[in-house]
C-alpha cells in the first residue's frame, strides 16, 4: 500500500514538473518538453493528458499552453504541499486534524 502511494507521489511529481515547464515554455511540444526535463516522450505525453483533462493545459497548433487552472495550480501548491506534510508525519503518531 506504501510503495503504490509512493509510486503516486512520483508521477504527481512528474505532472508537475511537466505543468511547470508548460507555464514557464509556452507554448511548447512533447519533444522539447521531453529534452527539456530529460524523461522519455511516451511519459512526457501522459503526463500531458492527465494535465488535459484536469483543465491545467490545452492543447494548440504550437504545441501546450497552460490555462488560469494551471497558475492557480502552482501557486496554491506550496500549502496544498504543507497539508500533505502534516497529514503524512501525523500518520506516524495516529494524531488526526479531528483530534
Do not use: C, F
Amino acid at each position: 500500500m506504501i510503495r503504490k502511494m509512493k509510486e503516486e507521489i512520483e508521477l504527481l511529481s512528474r505532472h508537475l514538473d511537466v505543468a511547470r515547464a508548460v507555464v514557464n515554455n509556452q507554448p511548447i511540444g512533447i519533444m522539447k518538453l521531453a529534452e527539456m526535463l530529460d524523461r522519455p516522450s511516451h511519459r512526457i505525453r501522459y503526463s500531458l493528458h492527465v494535465l488535459e483533462q484536469y483543465g491545467y493545459i490545452r492543447a494548440s497548433p504550437d504545441g501546450a499552453v497552460a490555462t488560469g487552472k494551471a497558475m492557480d495550480l502552482l501557486q496554491g501548491l506550496d500549502t496544498d504541499i504543507d497539508d500533505l506534510i502534516w497529514l503524512l508525519n501525523n500518520m506516524k503518531t495516529g494524531v488526526s486534524r479531528t483530534g
